[in-house]
């Protein structure tokens, strides 16, 4: 029988349990598909953790992007065929062998794009293009600020806004990760064990600031990341890995420079299945173009998805890493 994670309880990584999961057969609309690749993404850990309520209920299969084979196809689906290479980037479920889901909600993966690039680039991708194309639109002549920027969505997006022209600034916690990250698009990067962000971003910038500051980092960096936006500029807070942004007073931004303050995610901005199928070409687009590539640096087995998360968590791992079913 086919397997998969489970969790039962919010807990650490001990929670994650390697059992038997039947994904069942396609109903319409449906497909069933096998796994080939999944990806590791924070938002797994808030699932796990209790920082997200869990979709459904317990039991819950975490991990939200994967690739893999179709099997089989249920009604009313005559776009995809029994060996189409697809995948997707959904809330929960990924992290089994198999599974049923949505024929609308995956992309097929065109050729030149791998089963471990597509798993791994699918949520952290196209967040990255919803947000440099969407969010707040990044042209030529734009200085952004990214924190984490050796991470997964930040090697990702660092690539495609030097491709847009913008000066890009990140943020990384040792020289290791400062490297990788330059390697990967960023013309500058904070060091922030070393030093004060806010007064790096005035460095590097004379003063002048940025037009827009992406973060998904949260408590750790707010409201500091305020102090790094030019009047009428842009903070984008799209993830919490150091813990949710405490409550604050709108009159903040008004002393900030009348600041603009958005919360994106992903599954709005790719709700309908037209933003879905243009999000996911422009994201193919720029990889297949060489603007953008995609490396794997961490490989877990499946049923060590406990150590993968342990990794993450530890700020273990840079980039893109993928859970081989």
Known sequence: MPKAIRIHAHGGSEVLTYEDADPGQPGAGQILIRHTAIGLNFIDVYHRSGLYPPPGGFPLIPGGEAAGVVLAVG???????????IAYAVN?????????????RVVKVPDGISDEQAAG?????????YLLRRTFKVKAGDTILFHAAAGGVGLILGQWAKHLGATVIGTASSADKVELAKAHGFD????YKEQDFVAGVAAITGGRKCDVV???VGNDTFPASLDCLKPLGMFVSFGQSSGPIPPFSMSLLAQKGSLYATRPTLFVYNARREDLVASAEALFDVVQSGAVEIKINQRYQLKDAGKAHSDLEGRRTTGTTVLIP
């Open 214 to 216: 992406y973060d998904s």
């Open 188 to 191: 500058h990067v904070i060091n």
């Open 75 to 85: 009604a009313d689906v005559d776009w995809l065929k029994a060996g189409d290479r």
């Open 92 to 104: 929960v479920g990924a992290y089994a062998e198999q599974r049923v889901i949505a024929a609308d």
């Open 121 to 129: 680039m699918m949520l952290k991708g196209m967040t990255a293009e």
